[in-house]
C-alpha cells in the first residue's frame, strides 16, 4: 500500500486535485449548452467516475508489502469495520447530492458564480469541522485567515454576479430594441475599448442541431462571446432554459451543492481516523483507498438512481428519456467520460494529501473558481464585454482565493500516525 507522509508530495497531490476537480465541470458546462440532457452526462460520468475510483483504490491499495497496523486493500475488505464503512458510504451521498446539485445550478448561475458560493461554503464549513477533527494538526494562525479570505472571496463573487447579470440584462434589452444607444455604449456592446476579436462563439453555433432539424439560428455562425446575438443563440440550444428564471433559484441550488460539498471531507475523515472510536479496538483503521472505494461506491448507486428515475421524471423543465435514449445519445459522451475521470483522480489526491498533511488544509482544493472561472472566461465568454464595476469585482474575487488558497497549503503539518 503507497502511504503519502511527505508533506510537499501532498501539497503537490493537493494541488493537482485542485486542477482535476476545478475542470470537470467545464465538461457539464460544454454538454449542457449544447443540448445535451443533464441525466444522459450524468450518467456516464458516474459510471466512469466509480470504474476509475475503484481502479485507483485497487492498485495504489494492493501494492507493496500489507503490515497488521497498515493491511493491504483486499485484506481490509475482509475486516469488520462497518461503521467506519457507512460513515464512507455517508461522505459518498454527500458528494453525489452535491454534484447532482451543481450540474443544474450550472445552468442558471454559470460555472464562474456556482463553483463561487459552493466551493466557499465547503471551505468555510468543512475545514472548520476538519481542524477540530483532526485535533488542531493544521496552523491555526494560518489556516483560518485563509478560510477568512474565503468569505471575502464569496462576498466579491455575488457583488460580480449581480454586476454582470445588470449587464446581460442590459444587452437582452438592446437585443430586442428595448434600450437606448447611450445604454449600449455603457455596458461596452459597442465599445471599442473592448476586445472583440479573440474569443467567438464557436462551442455552440458548431453542431447547432444534433438529431439533423434545421435550426432558425444556424446561420449565424460566429457571434462575439457575451454579446447579444451569442446570448440568444446560447438560450435557443441549451438544454435548460434558463431566460425569464429566477436567478434566485440558482442560488439556492449552489447554496444547497455547498452544504453537500461541506460535509463529505469531514466524513471522509472520521471513516479513515476512527475519531469517534467506533471500530473495535483490535481492528486498524481504514486506509485512504478502502475508505475511498466505499465512498465512491456509494457516489455510484445514489447517482445511478436519481439519475435513471430523473429520465422519466424530469425537472426544471427537461424532456423524458430513457434507457435505451441514454444508450444510443452518443454525442459529447466523450466530455463526460473526462470529466468522471477527472474527478476520480481528483477526489483521490485530495484524500492521499489530506490524510499526510491534514484534511483542512486539502480543503484548498475546494477553491475550485480559480480554475473554474480561468475555463468559464476562455471557453464560454462569461463575464466578456461587460462593465467595469463586474471586471474589478471579478478580480478582486480572484484575488482572495489566491491568497485563501496559498494560506490553507501554507498551514499543512505532517500528520503523527
Known sequence: ??????????IILMLLSLLCL???????????????????????????????????ALLLGQLGQGTLNAPNFITQLQQENWPAVVLAMVGGFSLCSGNILMQYSLAFCGISLTEVVSASLA??????????????????????????????????????????????????????????????????SNDDSFDDSSVTFKLIAHNCNDKGNESPLQGKERFKAGSKEYLEV?????AIKVKGSSVFLGLVLAFMTGISYAMFSPLFNLATNDQFHLLKPELPHLSVYVTFFYFSTAFFILAISVNIWLLYFPILGLPKSSISSYFSDVEGRHFAIMAGIMCAV?????????QAAGYAAADAVQALPLVGTFWGIVLFGEYRNSSWRTYALLTGMLTMFAAAVSLLVASARQRVA
Request: net charge negative; with cysteine.
Open 234 to 238: 446560447l438560450e435557443h440550444e441549451r
Open 346 to 354: 481528483g477526489n483521490g489526491f485530495q484524500f492521499m494529501g489530506g
Open 123 to 188: 471551505v468555510v464549513g468543512g475545514t472548520t469541522i476538519n481542524y477540530f477533527l483532526d485535533d488542531g494538526l493544521n496552523k491555526a494562525h494560518i489556516l483560518f485567515p485563509g478560510v477568512g479570505c474565503f468569505l471575502v472571496a464569496v462576498i466579491l463573487g455575488s457583488l460580480c454576479h449581480a454586476s454582470n447579470v445588470a449587464d446581460i440584462d442590459a444587452k437582452m434589452d438592446i437585443y430586442n430594441g428595448k434600450m437606448s444607444t447611450g445604454k449600449d455604449a455603457e455596458i461596452g
Open 1 to 10: 500500500m503507497i502511504v503519502v507522509e511527505d508533506i510537499p508530495l501532498a
Open 22 to 56: 476545478g475542470s470537470w465541470p467545464l465538461f457539464f458546462n460544454i454538454l449542457e449548452r449544447r443540448g445535451r440532457l443533464p441525466q444522459h452526462t450524468y450518467l456516464d460520468y458516474a459510471v466512469t467516475n466509480f470504474i476509475v475510483g475503484s481502479l485507483f
